[in-house]
C-alpha cells in the first residue's frame, strides 16, 4: 500500500507539471541549435555519433524482423511459454526474511523438569551465542516462553552487531539461526529452536510456516496428540523442513480425582461443598479485610504445605455435610495418576495444537507449506489443518495475485482504448507485458529469491512500464500512417526518433531504484525483492520489447485495417482545419 500510495501521487503530481509547469519551460529553455550533433567534439559527439549508428543499425533489424513475422510470433510465443513455466516453478512466500538484529531461542524440557535443569541448558546456549562473532549480547529466562510458563521452559534473547559489523552473509541473522540449530541438536535433556523473527512481528512470534492441527472429528486429545507426534515424525524426516516443533505445553503427569456423586448425595455432600473445599485448600480463596495498624490486609485460607503435597493427603480432608458433620474426601473420592494437557486450545471453535517451522536451506516458505501438506493428507480421518500467522497471509495474497494482475491489465487496456479510440492499438501495447514480466522472474530466480508480495508488487510496475514504452513507439508509428505513410514506413520511422527516450527513460528508472536492488542493512529483503524484480523487468521490457512492438503494430494494423474512408475523412478534416487557420491569419494580417 506505502509503494502504491508513492507511485499513485508521484504520478498526479507529474501530471500537474507536465500540463502547468513544463510547456512554460520548454519555451523558456530550448533553443534552436543549427549544430549538427553529430559534429560536436568530446564525449558527447562521440556518444550521439555511435547512437546515430546502433539506431541505423535498430531500424534494419526491426526491418527485417517485420519481413519475418510469422517467425519473430512463434519466438514470443515461445517467450510467454517460457514466462508461463517460471510461473509455476519459482518458490512462493509471503515475506523475505529480515535481519532485524534480533534473535529468539526457545527451550523447551521434558514435562517435570526443574528450573535447576532448565538453567543448565540456558547456560549453555548463551555461552554458543557469546561465542559467535556477530553475536553481541545474549540474555536468559527460566520459566517462560512462547509456548507457555513453566519450570521445563525457557528462553534466549540474542542481540546481533550493528549491521555495520555484518556485511558477510555468514554474519546474517539466518546464518546464525543456522550454527545455532546444529549446535542446539546435540542435546539431549532438552529441545531448543533458534528463531528469526518475522519481518511484520504483529503476525507471529516467528518466521517460517504456522498451522494450527485441528480435531474436527472428535476423536480426543490423545488422537490429536498421537496425529501431532506422527506429524513431527515425519517433518523431520522431510529434507524440505527444518526446526518443525510444537507451539505448546506437553502433556504432564497429574492427579485425576474422581467424584462418586451419588455416594456424595447419600451422605449428604453436595458437589459446591466439595469444589469450594479443593479450591480453598489447594489454590486458597480470600475470605474479608482486616485492619492491622491502620492499614487494610486481606485474609486468605488455604491449606498449609505440608498438608497438600501428596495424593494421600486428601484422606486427611473433610467436607461438612447437610447435617453438620465431618465427612471425610476417602468416603466418595478416588485418585489416581494419568497424563493430561496443562493448556487445552482451541482455534476456531476446534480442540487445536499449534505447530511451527521452517524451510531448509535453499527452500522458500511456500515449498515448506506444501510439505507440510502432503504430510498432514495422510493423518486419519477426522484430524485437519488451518493456516494462521504470516501463513494464512501468504495463502490470501497468493489467492489474489491473479485478479490484480488481471485488473491492472483491464485498466492499461481500457485507457489506452480511450486514448486512441480504437479496440486494436491496446492489443499490441498489451502484448508487451509478457516481455517485462519474463525478466522479473528470471533475475528473482537468479538471486535465489522468491514469488513474495514485494514481487507482485514489482510486477504490476511492469505492466505500466512495459505499456509506457510500446505507447512511445505506437503513438508516433500511428500518426506517421495517419499523415499518409505507408505502415511499414510509419513504423520504422517511429522506431528510429523513439528509440533515444525509450533507452534514456529505462535507464533513469534503472538507475533510481538500483539502491533497493543493492541494499544491505534492515529492512533490506523487502527492498532487494522489489529492486531485483523491476530491475529485472524494465531491463527485458527494454532489450526485447524494442523489437516486438513495431511487429505487434504491424501485425494488429494488418488484422483490424482501417478503412480507407475513414482515412480519408481524417485527411480532409486535416485540410479543412489548415484552410480554416490560414483563412483565420489572412483576416487577422488584413
Given at each position: 500500500?506505502?509503494?502504491?500510495?508513492?507511485?499513485v501521487?508521484?504520478?498526479?503530481?507529474?501530471?500537474?507539471?507536465?500540463?502547468i509547469l513544463?510547456p512554460a519551460?520548454?519555451a523558456t529553455?530550448l533553443?534552436?541549435?543549427?549544430?549538427?550533433?553529430?559534429?560536436?567534439k568530446?564525449?558527447?559527439g562521440?556518444?550521439?555519433?555511435?547512437?546515430?549508428?546502433?539506431s541505423?543499425a535498430?531500424?534494419?533489424?526491426?526491418?527485417?524482423?517485420?519481413?519475418?513475422?510469422?517467425?519473430?510470433?512463434?519466438?514470443?510465443?515461445v517467450?510467454?511459454?517460457?514466462m508461463?513455466?517460471?510461473?509455476?516453478?519459482?518458490p512462493?512466500?509471503?515475506?523475505?526474511?529480515?535481519?532485524?538484529?534480533?534473535?529468539?531461542?526457545?527451550?523447551?524440557l521434558?514435562?517435570?523438569a526443574?528450573?535447576?535443569?532448565?538453567n543448565?541448558?540456558?547456560?549453555?546456549?548463551?555461552?554458543?551465542?557469546?561465542?559467535?562473532?556477530?553475536?553481541e549480547s545474549?540474555?536468559?529466562?527460566?520459566g517462560?516462553?512462547?509456548?507457555?510458563?513453566?519450570?521445563?521452559?525457557?528462553?534466549a534473547?540474542?542481540?546481533?552487531?550493528?549491521?555495520?559489523?555484518?556485511h558477510k552473509p555468514?554474519?546474517?541473522?539466518?546464518a546464525?539461526?543456522?550454527r545455532?540449530?546444529?549446535?542446539?541438536?546435540?542435546?539431549r535433556?532438552?529441545?531448543?529452536?533458534?528463531i528469526?523473527?518475522?519481518?511484520?512481528?504483529?503476525l507471529?512470534?516467528?518466521?517460517g510456516?504456522d498451522?494450527?492441527l485441528?480435531?474436527?472429528?472428535?476423536?480426543?486429545h490423545?488422537a490429536?496428540?498421537?496425529?501431532?507426534n506422527?506429524?513431527?515424525?515425519?517433518a523431520?524426516?522431510?529434507?524440505?523442513l527444518m526446526?518443525?516443533?510444537?507451539?505448546?505445553?506437553?502433556?504432564?503427569?497429574?492427579?485425576?480425582?474422581?467424584i462418586?456423586?451419588?455416594?456424595?448425595?447419600?451422605?449428604?455432600?453436595?458437589?459446591s461443598?466439595?469444589?469450594?473445599?479443593?479450591?480453598?485448600?489447594?489454590?486458597?480463596?480470600y475470605v474479608?479485610?482486616f485492619?492491622?495498624?491502620?492499614r487494610?490486609k486481606k485474609?486468605?485460607?488455604?491449606?498449609?504445605?505440608?498438608?497438600?503435597?501428596?495424593?494421600?493427603?486428601?484422606?486427611?480432608?473433610?467436607?461438612?455435610?447437610?447435617?453438620?458433620?465431618m465427612?471425610?474426601?476417602?468416603?466418595?473420592?478416588?485418585?489416581?495418576?494419568?497424563?493430561?494437557?496443562?493448556?487445552?486450545?482451541?482455534y476456531?471453535?476446534?480442540?487445536?495444537?499449534n505447530?511451527?517451522?521452517?524451510?531448509?536451506?535453499?527452500?522458500s516458505?511456500?515449498q515448506?507449506?506444501?510439505?507440510?501438506e502432503?504430510?498432514?493428507?495422510?493423518?486419519?480421518?477426522?484430524?485437519s489443518?488451518?493456516?494462521?500467522?504470516l501463513?494464512?497471509?501468504?495463502?490470501?495474497?497468493?489467492?489474489?495475485?491473479?485478479?490484480?494482475?488481471?485488473?491492472?491489465i483491464?485498466?492499461?487496456?481500457?485507457?489506452?482504448?480511450?486514448?486512441?479510440?480504437?479496440?486494436?492499438?491496446?492489443?499490441?501495447?498489451?502484448?508487451?507485458?509478457?516481455?517485462?514480466?519474463?525478466g522479473?522472474?528470471l533475475?528473482?530466480?537468479?538471486?535465489?529469491?522468491?514469488?513474495?508480495?514485494?514481487?507482485?508488487?514489482?510486477?504490476?510496475?511492469?505492466?505500466?512500464?512495459?505499456?509506457?514504452?510500446?505507447?512511445l513507439?505506437v503513438?508516433?508509428?500511428?500518426?506517421?500512417?495517419?499523415?499518409?505513410?505507408?505502415?511499414?514506413?510509419?513504423?520504422?520511422?517511429?522506431?528510429?526518433?523513439?528509440?533515444?527516450?525509450?533507452?534514456?527513460?529505462?535507464l533513469?528508472?534503472t538507475?533510481?531504484?538500483?539502491?533497493?536492488?543493492?541494499?544491505n542493512?534492515?529492512?533490506?529483503?523487502?527492498?532487494n525483492?522489489?529492486?531485483?524484480?523491476?530491475i529485472?523487468?524494465?531491463?527485458?521490457?527494454?532489450?526485447?520489447?524494442?523489437?516486438?512492438?513495431?511487429?505487434f503494430?504491424?501485425?494488429?494494423?494488418?488484422?483490424?485495417k482501417a478503412?480507407?474512408?475513414?482515412?480519408?475523412?481524417?485527411?480532409?478534416?486535416?485540410?479543412?482545419?489548415?484552410?480554416l487557420?490560414?483563412s483565420?491569419?489572412?483576416?487577422?494580417?488584413?
Amino acid at each position: 500500500r506505502q509503494f502504491s500510495i508513492t507511485l499513485v501521487s508521484a504520478m498526479a503530481l507529474s501530471v500537474v507539471v507536465a500540463l502547468i509547469l513544463t510547456p512554460a519551460l520548454c519555451a523558456t529553455l530550448l533553443k534552436i541549435e543549427d549544430v549538427d550533433h553529430g559534429e560536436k567534439k568530446g564525449f558527447f559527439g562521440w556518444f550521439n555519433r555511435n547512437f546515430d549508428r546502433a539506431s541505423s543499425a535498430y531500424r534494419n533489424a526491426v526491418q527485417k524482423i517485420l519481413g519475418q513475422s510469422a517467425r519473430y510470433m512463434a519466438v514470443f510465443a515461445v517467450i510467454v511459454g517460457v514466462m508461463v513455466l517460471l510461473f509455476t516453478r519459482i518458490p512462493t512466500s509471503f515475506l523475505p526474511d529480515e535481519d532485524q538484529g534480533i534473535l529468539f531461542t526457545i527451550v523447551q524440557l521434558p514435562p517435570g523438569a526443574t528450573e535447576e535443569r532448565t538453567n543448565v541448558v540456558l547456560d549453555q546456549i548463551a555461552d554458543h551465542f557469546k561465542k559467535d562473532p556477530a553475536v553481541e549480547s545474549a540474555f536468559t529466562v527460566s520459566g517462560f516462553s512462547f509456548s507457555g510458563p513453566g519450570q521445563n521452559a525457557g528462553m534466549a534473547f540474542v542481540r546481533l552487531k550493528d549491521f555495520k559489523e555484518r556485511h558477510k552473509p555468514d554474519l546474517k541473522a539466518p546464518a546464525v539461526a543456522g550454527r545455532a540449530m546444529g549446535a542446539f541438536s546435540q542435546f539431549r535433556d532438552a529441545m531448543a529452536f533458534a528463531i528469526v523473527p518475522p519481518a511484520v512481528t504483529e503476525l507471529g512470534n516467528s518466521s517460517g510456516f504456522d498451522l494450527q492441527l485441528q480435531d474436527v472429528g472428535g476423536l480426543g486429545h490423545t488422537a490429536l496428540l498421537n496425529a501431532r507426534n506422527q506429524v513431527l515424525g515425519m517433518a523431520s524426516q522431510n529434507p524440505g523442513l527444518m526446526g518443525v516443533r510444537p507451539n505448546g505445553m506437553e502433556d504432564t503427569p497429574e492427579l485425576k480425582l474422581e467424584i462418586d456423586q451419588a455416594a456424595a448425595g447419600a451422605m449428604g455432600v453436595s458437589l459446591s461443598d466439595i469444589n469450594a473445599t479443593l479450591s480453598s485448600a489447594m489454590g486458597g480463596a480470600y475470605v474479608n479485610d482486616f485492619i492491622d495498624r491502620n492499614r487494610v490486609k486481606k485474609v486468605f485460607v488455604q491449606a498449609d504445605a505440608p498438608f497438600r503435597m501428596k495424593p494421600e493427603d486428601l484422606s486427611q480432608w473433610y467436607v461438612r455435610n447437610d447435617k453438620g458433620q465431618m465427612v471425610p474426601f476417602t468416603a466418595f473420592a478416588t485418585s489416581h495418576w494419568e497424563y493430561g494437557s496443562p493448556r487445552l486450545e482451541r482455534y476456531n471453535g476446534a480442540p487445536s495444537m499449534n505447530l511451527q517451522g521452517m524451510a531448509a536451506p535453499g527452500k522458500s516458505s511456500g515449498q515448506a507449506m506444501a510439505e507440510m501438506e502432503k504430510i498432514i493428507a495422510t493423518l486419519p480421518p477426522g484430524i485437519s489443518y488451518e493456516w494462521t500467522g504470516l501463513s494464512l497471509q501468504e495463502k490470501q495474497s497468493g489467492a489474489e495475485a491473479p485478479m490484480l494482475y488481471a485488473l491492472s491489465i483491464f485498466v492499461v487496456f481500457i485507457l489506452l482504448a480511450a486514448l486512441y479510440e480504437s479496440w486494436s492499438i491496446p492489443v499490441a501495447i498489451v502484448m508487451v507485458i509478457p516481455l517485462g514480466v519474463l525478466g522479473a522472474l528470471l533475475a528473482t530466480m537468479i538471486r535465489g529469491l522468491s514469488n513474495d508480495i514485494y514481487l507482485q508488487v514489482a510486477l504490476l510496475t511492469i505492466i505500466g512500464l512495459s505499456s509506457k514504452n510500446a505507447i512511445l513507439i505506437v503513438e508516433f508509428a500511428k500518426h506517421n500512417h495517419e499523415n499518409g505513410m505507408s505502415l511499414i514506413d510509419a513504423t520504422l520511422e517511429a522506431v528510429r526518433v523513439r528509440l533515444r527516450p525509450i533507452i534514456m527513460t529505462s535507464l533513469a528508472f534503472t538507475f533510481g531504484i538500483s539502491p533497493l536492488f543493492f541494499a544491505n542493512g534492515a529492512g533490506s529483503g523487502s527492498q532487494n525483492a522489489i529492486g531485483t524484480g523491476l530491475i529485472g523487468g524494465i531491463a527485458s521490457a527494454t532489450l526485447l520489447a524494442i523489437f516486438f512492438i513495431p511487429l505487434f503494430f504491424v501485425i494488429i494494423e494488418k488484422m483490424f485495417k482501417a478503412d480507407e474512408k475513414h482515412l480519408q475523412k481524417l485527411a480532409l478534416q486535416r485540410e479543412a482545419m489548415a484552410l480554416l487557420d490560414q483563412s483565420d491569419t489572412d483576416r487577422k494580417g488584413h
